[in-house]
């Protein structure tokens, strides 16, 4: 099997790394943090995501995977390596490629045999050819005349579900204009071509676009059904059988049509944001992925004035203690990037409420993210610790934990029975019958 190197061991590299390795792979991540490293090799993994210690756990003991600070050592040592550092926006939208472009110099100052270089990261359309004149550039300054190839090998993982979707893809992307190159990451990803998984091959443009073009396409689809939701409010229809009608339909599909507050996360508003900056680039303005951005922007804001108008309208939540039931901008994640819950939090800290919020797992980087409202915040041990004495009940992520609410508990413990159910997870009738006034997305 192949001899991998990963570099980055963040959410991608470390899930695409373990992974790798379970597929039967001999793999090394690096990085250049010492104390992650050190944590790793004790293991102890630094990201929330289900299923992944024990990838880990597994392939570390069967010896597939090991964990470096030696990015040169490991580079000369494997045949493949895989780019997996982080891309974050800067402040135009677009991906700032620093890491990537520090990671493959260094990859070309220390190889030293044919090696296949794969773009892992979400990078904007055109970088794989530049990474390809980096290496050049690098190699030329050495004197060497070594054979490489540059891949993009986008990854698609939801947060939450990256082990499985690495290991039962929908598709594997390789993007590669050699043979050479194609058959490297055939065997890189053996274990799931044997499982007939569906390969698209093509060219490192085309591979880049498909994944910002994947992620943005989704993020329209969300933006859509929320935008539908709020017209189903003013005209007396339900959203719900809406969203289940469409769905239906062979050619919409149901996935991504369940409206709330807003999309969040770290790809979604990341990578609509990129794209809408190389369409601006390249002069063709991608009007409908642009009005996405606003769009979502605008339902975060329009959670808190439903929340605000369901306690009595403008002023009413001067005093008032809300508890906010999620953090995190979706559950089975730890991840608050982006999160609907910061600018609901924020929006009705800044009318005058404080909040009482908890999360199955994002409380300690609730902690920081929320800093600026602080005096506002205030963080519970449990779900109905948050609700004990607090004015009304929001429900932002729907964590399988606030699906079985005790209702009648619930209810004595709020001061008012105000429910705001953002994500649709309860029944009207259910509510109400509680003696509750409910409050949904779209219904």
């Known amino acids: 099997m192949a001899k991998i190197a990963v570099i980055g061991t963040g959410y991608v590299g470390l899930v695409s790394g373990a992974c790798l390795a379970d597929f039967g792979n001999t793999v090394t991540c690096v990085d250049n943090n010492p104390d992650k490293i050190e944590a790793l090799r004790s293991g102890k993994i630094p990201?929330?995501?289900?299923?992944?210690?024990l990838v880990v756990e597994r392939n570390v003991q069967s010896g597939r995977l090991s964990f470096s600070t030696n990015l040169?050592?490991?580079?000369?040592?494997?045949?493949?390596?895989?780019?997996?550092v982080g891309t974050p926006?800067?402040?135009?939208?677009?991906a700032d490629l620093r890491f990537v472009e520090q990671v493959a110099r260094e990859i070309a100052r220390a190889v030293e045999k044919y090696t296949v270089v794969v773009d892992k990261s979400t990078v904007p359309v055109g970088t794989g050819r530049k990474v390809n004149g980096w290496i050049k550039e690098e190699l030329e300054k050495r004197g060497a005349s070594i054979d490489f190839d540059v891949v993009s090998n986008p990854e698609f993982l939801r947060e939450g579900?990256?082990?499985?979707?690495?290991?039962?893809?929908?598709?594997?992307?390789?993007?590669?204009?050699s043979v050479k190159a194609r058959e490297a990451m055939k065997e890189v990803y053996r274990a799931l071509y044997l499982n007939e998984t569906p390969y698209i091959e093509t060219n490192l443009e085309t591979a880049e676009m498909i994944k910002y073009a994947s992620n943005a396409f989704l993020a329209v689809k969300?933006?859509?059904?929320?935008?539908?939701?709020?017209?189903?409010?003013?005209?007396?229809?339900?959203?719900?059988?809406?969203?289940?009608?469409?769905?239906?339909?062979?050619?919409?599909?149901?996935?991504?049509?369940?409206?709330?507050?807003?999309?969040?996360?770290?790809?979604?508003?990341?990578?609509?944001?990129?794209?809408?900056?190389?369409?601006?680039?390249?002069?063709?303005?991608?009007?409908?992925?642009?009005?996405?951005?606003?769009?979502?922007?605008?339902?975060?804001?329009?959670?808190?004035?439903?929340?605000?108008?369901?306690?009595?309208?403008?002023?009413?939540?001067k005093g008032k203690t809300i508890a906010m039931l999620g953090l995190a901008f979706k559950p089975n994640t730890d991840?608050?990037?982006?999160?609907?819950?910061?600018?609901?939090?924020?929006?009705?800290?800044?009318?005058?409420?404080?909040?009482?919020?908890?999360?199955?797992?994002?409380?300690?980087?609730?902690?920081?993210?929320?800093?600026?409202?602080?005096?506002?915040?205030?963080?519970?041990k449990d779900e109905y610790d948050a609700i004990d004495g607090s004015d009304a009940?929001?429900?932002?992520?729907?964590?399988?934990?606030f699906r079985t609410l005790d209702l009648d508990r619930v209810k004595s413990l709020l001061k008012a029975p105000c429910f705001f159910d953002l994500r649709n997870v309860y029944k009207r009738e259910e509510i109400e019958g509680k003696g509750f006034s409910y409050f949904g997305v779209g219904k």
């Open 72 to 84: 040169s050592q490991t580079v000369k040592a494997n045949d493949v390596v895989f780019i997996a």
């Open 335 to 380: 991840d608050m990037r982006e999160s609907p819950a910061i600018a609901v939090c924020e929006g009705l800290a800044a009318r005058g409420a404080k909040i009482r919020a908890w999360d199955p797992a994002a409380m300690k980087e609730a902690a920081w993210r929320l800093e600026s409202i602080k005096d506002a915040m205030s963080f519970a």
């Open 161 to 177: 579900s990256a082990v499985q979707d690495f290991t039962h893809p929908d598709r594997v992307v390789i993007g590669a204009e």
């Open 47 to 53: 990201i929330y995501e289900p299923g992944l210690e």
């Open 222 to 317: 969300i933006t859509f059904i929320n935008e539908v939701a709020n017209l189903c409010e003013k005209v007396g229809a339900n959203v719900q059988d809406v969203s289940k009608a469409m769905g239906r339909d062979g050619r919409i599909g149901a996935k991504f049509l369940h409206p709330g507050p807003g999309y969040g996360g770290s790809c979604f508003p990341k990578d609509t944001h990129a794209m809408a900056r190389i369409g601006r680039d390249y002069g063709e303005t991608l009007s409908i992925v642009e009005t996405t951005i606003e769009a979502n922007e605008r339902q975060k804001i329009r959670m808190v004035e439903k929340i605000e108008a369901g306690l009595g309208g403008k002023g009413s939540l």
């Open 393 to 401: 009940l929001v429900l932002i992520t729907e964590w399988n934990q």
């Open 89 to 94: 926006p800067a402040d135009d939208g677009s």
